[in-house]
């Protein structure tokens, strides 16, 4: 391997991490919902979507400062979490799998269109917080929020990991996971954990949405990275943290380097369905992740 | 007298038709359907063929999901596979059409096959996700293989004939979708009073049970995949050959979820409830087309943002139906249907 392919390749990897990292904060999303609620929230990339508009809004149009705009933006993702719970999640606990999941697509189709037709289907710049110059190290070349993103997010998965373990509220939440009923007999309030974690859940999305513009730009079509997000939350585990993280950079990683050695390869389009291959080989091999819990059903 | 529908046999409990007054509206209706080409608008015939085209993918789409319970988001891939199939089997080999419709139906149902394989050991979200992935993988090999797909460019298909008789005004196509429907309805109703059908729904009720009853569940859920798939190809074939040009635009995961949604819409686990929810679904976009005609010059946004209000609209129509009419029109139609019968009781 010559020097240059072998900084080619770093380059690559590198490139694979920052977006992984936001892979995995989706696919956080979709665990901490998924662990406390069982619901698997098909509208986790519409809901990053609309953190990074409100993001842009406050900033582009209202006209506030950065750190404003970001604390601003993660209260109404909080509120936004919370309505969406109590209006459109909580009638249907205990419905049959097929009615939560149709829910969650029902809800992802309509921020989808609200979006689109609030603000309209133009892609826009996102005004950057970090400086455009490039750091170099031997070749090497990485934009200051490619680093950024992925201290955030590891920063975020080992805050969360302390907060599940540690805290009362992380406790509860866990508890209900396991157990609705014996975790109301305990005294845990299930209705309040429930929309909590979905406002927690659209925190991390509305983080990972403006990380995101950060990186490229803000158009209604970022929701996609929602669905490419399944196959790192599917590869992690549904109800592992740490597992979400992993998976995401693997899926980031995996991907950036088929587009970069395969596509040309292959005739183009790999980068594209490689998350979906390999989630399909994973469901198939290992259905329940490479750390998720396998759950064991009784007649 | 009519209060309550007794029943003594199983016999009369899987009849068809349970009651003449049943029979009498049904041929009462398909009379009218099949004057309706002579009576209507050609605008009016074109939605009706669409409808029929969505019925048939919406029949197979509550087959695998309202009957048998696995959850599919990937329908789109199968109507995809069909379309192309069929069209590629016409322009280039020749294929009369008469042999492309079910020959697409089985390439879709090979396809289930192969979906299928995955899916034994998972269940529902799983196999949604699964689905998912398929469809998604689907969409860009018909980009990229663009030697036989044509790519993003899409297909033309060729004009038409059945048996000599050529398909060519909306009309003419509209009695062979008629004929289609008839067919399929018939087998997918009639599919559920065999064995087959039954062990269907004994695997959505609880598949490990079905299984110690002594279904097989690798094989009915194969079947299942296979059956629901052959419907897409066949309306993914219709579809193509209607429309005369395809290209992946038309099967995304939008259309998917639009099929989703008629099941939603129409009801879970009902051959009447898809009919439902096709006709509802294909005509709500020509509604809401409607409505902000109305009301254009006061809110000129809406029309230039028309693809969005649309969006926001069956996006809504999907939640509340889940919300407030969990088993869809089918289910609205039931309780009517019982007041009317019992009245003035409530039961």
């Not at chain 1, 979507?49 to 993660?74: H, N, S």
């Not at chain 1, 609030?118 to 490039?134: A, K, Q």
């Not at chain 1, 490419?228 to 950036?256: H, K, N, Q, Y």
Request: proline residues 3%.
């Amino acid at each position: 391997m010559t020097d240059s392919s072998v900084s080619i390749f770093v380059q690559v990897v590198f490139n694979g991490l920052a977006v992984g990292s936001i892979y995995a904060l989706v696919a956080l999303g979709f665990v901490l919902i998924y662990k406390a609620t069982g619901v698997f929230n098909f509208a986790q990339g519409e809901l990053m979507m609309l953190g990074a508009y409100f993001c842009y809004t406050l900033i582009a149009m209202v006209g506030l400062g950065y750190i404003l705009a970001f604390l601003l933006t993660l209260i109404l993702c909080f509120l936004m979490g919370i309505v969406i719970e109590m209006a459109v999640l909580r009638p249907l606990v205990g419905k049959p799998i097929f009615s939560v999941i149709m829910v969650t697509i029902g809800l992802a189709v309509t921020l989808q269109g609200l979006t689109s037709l609030v603000w309209g289907d133009e892609v826009h710049n996102f005004p950057s917080f970090f400086s455009s110059e490039v750091l170099s190290f031997h070749q090497v070349h990485l934009r200051p929020i490619e680093i950024w993103v992925f201290f955030s997010t590891l920063m975020l998965v080992i805050g969360f990991l302390i907060f599940f373990k540690r805290s009362k509220i992380g406790i509860a939440m866990r508890g209900t996971a396991n157990d609705q009923n014996t975790a109301m007999l305990m005294g845990i309030s299930v209705r309040r954990i429930f929309s909590l974690s979905w406002a927690v859940a659209a925190i991390i999305a509305a983080v990972g949405g403006i990380s995101y513009a950060n990186l490229l730009f803000v158009s209604p079509d970022m929701s996609h990275i929602g669905l490419r997000a399944f196959p790192a939350a599917i590869l992690g585990g549904l109800d592992s943290i740490p597992g979400a993280i992993i998976g995401g950079i693997i899926i980031g990683v995996c991907e950036t380097l088929a587009g970069a050695y395969l596509d040309h390869m292959l005739g183009g389009g790999v980068k594209e369905i490689t998350a979906f291959i390999i989630l399909i080989i994973i469901l198939m091999i290992k259905p329940y992740g490479l750390f998720g819990k396998k759950e064991i059903v009784r007649v | 007298m009519l209060n309550g529908h007794y029943k003594v046999s199983y016999r009369d409990d899987v009849k068809i038709f349970q009651t003449g007054f049943v029979k009498f509206w049904l041929f009462l209706f398909l009379a009218f359907c099949l004057i309706f080409p002579l009576i209507a608008d050609r605008y009016f015939i074109y939605l009706a063929n669409l409808c029929m085209i969505a019925i048939l993918g919406a029949i197979g789409l509550n087959i695998l999901v309202g009957y048998t319970g696995l959850i599919s988001i990937g329908h789109a891939a199968f109507l995809a596979i069909g379309a192309y199939s069929s069209t590629i089997m016409m322009n280039r080999f020749n294929v009369p059409f008469v042999l492309a419709v079910p020959l697409g139906g089985i390439m879709a149902a090979l396809a289930g096959l192969i979906v299928a394989i995955p899916s034994l050991r998972l269940k529902g979200l799983y196999i949604a996700i699964t689905t998912f992935a398929f469809g998604f993988i689907i969409q860009h090999v018909i980009v990229r293989w663009d030697s036989i797909t044509g790519g993003p460019d899409g297909l033309t298909a060729p004009p038409v004939a059945l048996l000599g008789v050529s398909l060519d005004s909306d009309s003419r196509y509209y009695y062979f979708l008629l004929v289609l429907v008839i067919l399929l309805t018939a087998f997918a109703r009639n599919l559920f009073r065999t064995r087959i059908g039954r062990a269907f729904i004994a695997i959505r009720d609880h598949d490990v049970a079905a299984e110690v009853m002594g279904i097989d569940l690798v094989k009915y859920k194969i079947l299942s995949f296979c059956i629901s798939s052959f419907y897409a190809g066949i309306a993914g074939a219709a579809f193509a050959a209607y429309l005369k040009f395809i290209t992946f635009e038309h099967f995304t995961l939008r259309l998917s979820i639009d099929y989703l949604a008629m099941i939603v819409v129409g009801g879970f686990g009902s051959i009447l409830g898809s009919i439902f929810g096709a006709v509802f679904i294909t005509l709500l976009p020509e509604a809401v087309q409607t409505l902000t005609d109305l009301v254009r010059e006061d809110f000129p946004l809406l029309t230039t943002r028309f693809a969005a209000l649309k969006t926001v609209i069956s996006g809504m129509i999907i939640v509340l139906f889940l919300l407030f009419e969990p088993e869809g029109i089918y289910g609205r139609w039931k309780k009517i249907k019982a007041y009317w019968t019992n009245w003035p009781f409530t039961y």
